[in-house]
């Protein structure tokens, strides 16, 4: 017998014309019965409403005499999503539903974009329904009397779940969850996710591993058709790998954006995005104005006017990072290109399914190489989209960061009892394994600083009080750890804005302490100049004539997904054999043939090392094709065992087809070859040794740092007001390795690079496979085409066993040699 | 010897000036040490403020110095500001009693912008509080951009924490504090550890002194 509710739902959407997907049905029926669970379904396929709709089911339900008069529920629904950008699409939608509906509920947004008057307006009145991000919700819990906000929540949906879960963000949903879990036990809680490898898993983080009720994973029936076009050059010209290809490929995007109503241009880096709009914009000035770039550094103002006129079709192309990723079913466009090689199968389907209007309707995206041997991960793109193998999404697992800036996040609202957080935590999947010994060492640090009491005396952050309650009772402490909340780690921003005072945006102070006044440099799509610099903010002008510098973004780099290597090993297999279809590996002949000619194009039981020289030293590549993040670990493991045996400082660069070994001076790679440099003998002891130095740990600690409040960045432009309170990453990294070793935020560092890095199991995998092949040895004249891409990486490791003052001796020496 | 073995001794308007390893520096005629940009007491000031900085930062700056400070005997030590980081905290009651213990010594402080403790309390130690002080050819002050008067003097200051970059072959780098000798001025590197740097452009016919592994050595040529 139908329900009432889902009568009037019914007729609702027949008064749309719309047809209840099956998988939509089954959704509302599970969730009406209180299950809790995951939808699997892709952009576009009516996600949204299938996991909508049954809450106002329900509502109908409990009040079917007053469902439309019933107002000022206080916050009953809430939707938790990744990306701020296009929430507001998201709540015009469910608004509108309502309204149609006659049901008196409000949809309001709560995320670091909202205006703060807006926020105070929820504060006093909650919204039935509440689109906000993970770091949002901390935010929320980080006021005074947080409790009173979530006294009627029902339910939390989280939207997007494949991309929080793997990230530090995903963490603090699930921190979240249990809280309000605490609050409310009997919420429904659901997720929505884009198809990953582990499915199951994914359910468990987000529920916990020992869901309470049943809970069940309900797949879409939709057969989204992908098709992916790569876009090749006319002419493989000589050395067309030789740098980058990425924009003499524009003319041809063009009649791609002529014949289409709406484009959105993906790009992997800001610093990208600045680049291409720059270049779409001189190339077509008629663009002028129907064109818009979009990216997380942006102000809120010029990204809202990006978002609005797309959603009203006002624009012919966007171009943008992952800001506009996320795919809504209510704002499609009709074509996407993606430049660079988007690094994995998930996500490169879901930016095509941004695409198109129809389910059922094919999805088309265009693929741009942003350097030749792209064209082979685009081949393997398309083998990946046709087998519909996807990567995992591997959740993180006990990072202490993230429970300690929560700890003082529910410090400087209410306090906490430590037993009862605990056994909340615990209910976690990413915490279920959080000893005891674990969280006292946790707990110590917040309220005494560290392991002895000696050394931190004077420390003040959270106070215990008589009753056991954890506080923060510093007003200071409190304000600045509100303003930190997140886990995002970012560099010092500067805001830019027009000499009107209209802001534009944010830039990392380091690309601006590179120029002078006078200077221009290309932002927000436009060129201006610098006129001066007050109080932690960049005052510009609209300059004139050809622009310089796009703030280059030193980003993190991506990796190829396991998945992804496999599929592409096999494609360099089929170039080696000559027996490929793909039009991409056929317009590669020309660079394979250079390979095969200044070396060799290794097959499956082949490794590959390449030696040369240049004026900047000595070069040794090699090409495991294990994808950047295995490379990583390996060069730094291969780099060490070198520097064992001989006093030699290596510069390491690497990406996902190989790295390289840098040195001034000659690398005895044949000698270390025949020593053992690549077997699985005292692998163990040689990776720790490797982390130190490597100094792979250093960079994962700042990210620590950042988030557990060790480190302190402050809003943009406000930097200035707690320069006395900043320090480098680096400098306590060295603080804690002398005085503190067994500090649990290092032993998290090292743990991460265990983890991501140096994973034993992955390494001794590589050196086992690289044991059964043949290693072949080639002395290079010049860079081959496989190099190229690695050596000319400025992103690059170090690590050194000579003693400094010996490398400044020889640095005297070659100086006076020449003079 | 006095001097620890990685010591460099240079000359300027006929002074003997020791750029020790420890990064202070030794004026031989008159038999003053040097010291700048100490920062005692971060550690604590971060502490308050609730982030967690082990005492050990601010125990061993107090150990270098006393350790520095037994094996050169000097008659006079000049701290060229940033002595004291912040407001009074314990950490100031450890730098009290050192400054005790060597009650023979004269004890100049050159005022720096960090040393916002006043006058008085510094006085109460036992130090001499001075905007800036001339001895022999030397004018001694904490900020070299605060220096108003001609330039035939050659200045002595720090606040910088300087430090050099050097390029090598096979795109490596090594950061190294530094001394750095201008036209008219010296540099000195900050004696206190987490501290931070910053680095420094030097200049045609500019000196620098890089401080690497306990030994100082000359690197003008490399920069």
């Known amino acids: 017998m139908e329900s009432t509710g889902q009568r009037i739902i019914n007729d609702w959407f027949i008064s749309k014309g719309w047809q209840v997907f099956p998988f939509q049905q089954k959704v509302w029926t599970n969730f009406t019965e209180g299950k809790n669970g995951l939808l699997n379904a892709p952009t576009g396929s009516g996600k949204t409403f299938a996991l909508w709709m049954p809450n106002l089911i329900k509502w109908i339900n409990e009040h079917p005499e007053e469902y439309k008069t019933k107002s000022n529920n206080g916050l009953k629904v809430l939707w938790i999503t990744p990306l701020r950008a296009l929430a507001k699409d998201i709540q015009k939608a469910l608004q509108q539903s309502l309204n149609e509906l006659d049901i008196p509920w409000e949809v309001g947004r709560r995320t670091g974009d909202v205006s703060q008057s807006v926020k105070q307006k929820q504060n006093k009145k909650m919204p039935e329904v509440l689109i906000t991000t993970p770091e949002s919700v901390h935010v929320l819990l980080a006021q005074k009397n947080y409790r009173r906000h979530f006294k009627n929540l029902n339910s939390v949906i989280v939207d997007e779940w494949h991309e929080l879960l793997g990230s530090k963000r995903g963490i603090q949903t699930e921190i979240a969850l249990s809280r309000l879990r605490g609050i409310q036990p009997d919420m429904s809680v659901w997720g929505i996710s884009a198809t990953i490898g582990n499915l199951n898993e994914a359910m468990a983080v987000l529920l916990g591993p020992e869901m309470k009720t049943d809970s069940i994973i309900i797949k879409a029936d939709i057969q989204k058709n992908i098709k992916a076009v790569s876009v090749l050059p006319d002419e493989m010209e000589n050395f067309p790998w030789h740098g980058h290809l990425g924009l003499k490929l524009l003319p041809k995007i063009l009649p791609i954006i002529d014949d289409s109503r709406s484009t959105l241009i993906f790009t992997n880096t800001r610093a990208q995005s600045e680049i291409w709009f720059q270049n779409l914009l001189e190339a077509r000035p008629d663009l002028a104005g129907t064109i818009a770039i979009h990216h997380g550094s942006l102000d809120r103002k010029v990204r809202d006017w990006v978002e609005t006129s797309l959603h009203e079709g006002i624009l012919k192309a966007v171009v943008c990072t992952s800001s506009l990723d996320l795919g809504v079913d209510f704002s499609p466009v009709e074509t996407v290109i993606q430049i660079g090689s988007p690094k994995g199968v998930a996500r490169f389907m879901q930016r095509a399914g941004r695409s198109g209007h129809q389910p059922g309707s094919t999805s088309q995206i265009y693929f741009v190489p942003t350097h030749a041997l792209e064209l082979v991960e685009a081949a393997a793109l398309r083998s990946a989209i046709n087998s519909e193998e996807m990567e995992s999404r591997d959740p993180i697992l006990k990072p202490y960061d993230v429970l300690v800036q929560y700890l003082v996040t529910l410090a400087v609202s209410d306090g906490f009892y430590p037993d009862l957080i605990f056994n909340e935590i615990k209910q976690t999947f990413a915490y279920q394994t959080l000893t005891r010994k674990e969280w006292k060492a946790i707990l110590q640090f917040i309220t005494v600083g560290g392991k002895s009491l000696s050394q931190y005396n004077e420390y003040t952050k959270v106070d215990i009080e008589d009753d056991g309650l954890y506080k923060v009772n510093d007003r200071k402490i409190s304000r600045r750890h509100r303003m930190s909340i997140g886990t995002i780690a970012s560099d010092a921003m500067l805001r830019i804005k027009y000499m009107s005072g209209k802001p534009l945006g944010v830039v990392e102070e380091w690309f601006i302490a590179q120029l002078n006044n006078g200077d221009t440099f290309w932002f927000a799509g436009r060129n201006l100049e610098l006129i001066k610099i007050k109080d932690m903010t960049v005052y510009v002008k609209r300059a004139r004539g050809k622009s310089s510098k796009v703030p280059a973004y030193l980003g993190g780099r991506m990796s190829l997904s396991s998945n992804m290597t496999r599929i592409l090993r096999k494609k360099m297999h089929e170039a080696v054999t000559g027996e490929h279809t793909d039009v991409e590996l056929k317009k590669l002949e020309p660079l394979f043939n250079i390979q095969k000619q200044w070396s060799i194009l290794p097959d499956h039981d082949q490794f590959l090392i390449e030696k040369s020289f240049s004026r900047e030293g000595c070069h040794v590549f090699m090409f495991p094709f294990e994808g950047r993040y295995v490379h990583e670990g390996m060069s730094a493991l291969i780099a060490h065992r070198i520097s064992q045996k001989i006093p030699i400082t290596f510069s390491i660069a690497m990406n996902d087809y190989g790295f390289e070994l840098l040195s001034d001076q000659d690398i005895p790679i044949r000698e270390a070859l025949d020593d053992d440099l690549v077997s699985t003998q005292n692998l163990e002891d040689d990776i720790m040794a490797s982390i130190n130095s490597a100094e792979l740990a250093k960079r994962r600690f700042r990210e620590i740092c950042q988030i557990s409040g060790l480190v302190f960045q402050g809003f943009p432009g406000q930097a200035k007001r707690n320069k006395h309170l900043q320090m480098s990453s680096s400098l306590f990294f060295d603080v804690f390795m002398e005085y503190e070793p067994d500090h649990l935020l290092l032993q998290q560092a090292f743990d991460e690079v265990m983890t991501y890095q140096l994973d034993e199991v992955r390494l001794r995998k590589a050196l086992m496979k690289i044991s059964e092949q043949t290693i072949v040895f080639k002395e290079t004249e010049r860079f081959t085409p496989y190099a190229f891409p690695i050596m000319v990486d400025r992103l690059r490791e170090k690590l050194s066993s000579e003693k400094l003052i010996d490398r400044i001796r020889k640095m005297q020496q070659q100086l006076e040699k020449h003079t | ?223």
Not at chain 2, 1 to 15: A, F, K, N, P, V
């Open chain 2, 1 to 223: 010897m006095m001097y620890s073995e990685g010591s460099l001794e240079i000359s300027l308007l006929d002074q003997q000036l020791v750029l020790l390893p420890e990064k202070a520096m030794y004026w031989k005629k008159f038999k003053t040490l040097v010291i700048s940009d100490l920062h005692f007491g971060k550690s604590g000031h971060f502490r308050k403020h609730g982030i967690a900085v082990p005492e050990s930062v601010n125990a061993s700056n107090i150990q270098r110095l006393d350790v520095l400070t037994r094996r050169l005997t000097p008659e006079k030590i000049i701290f060229l500001g940033d002595l004291f980081h912040s407001q009074y905290n314990a950490e100031f009651e450890s730098f009290k009693h050192w400054r005790r213990s060597h009650a023979g010594i004269d004890m100049v402080l050159t005022i720096g912008n960090h040393d916002i403790i006043s006058r008085h309390e510094f006085q109460k130690t036992g130090l001499e509080c001075v905007n800036t002080l001339r001895m022999g050819p030397f004018l001694f002050m904490h900020d070299e951009s605060d220096d108003q008067l001609n330039t035939r003097t050659i200045t002595v200051s720090g606040h910088i924490h300087p430090a050099i970059k050097l390029k090598t072959k096979g795109r490596q780098s090594i950061y190294s504090p530094c001394y750095y000798i201008g036209g008219t001025n010296i540099l000195l590197p900050a004696f206190g550890t987490f501290t931070g740097t910053f680095l420094v452009e030097p200049k045609q016919n500019d000196r620098v002194f890089a401080v690497v592994e306990e030994k100082v050595i000359n690197v003008s040529t490399l920069v």
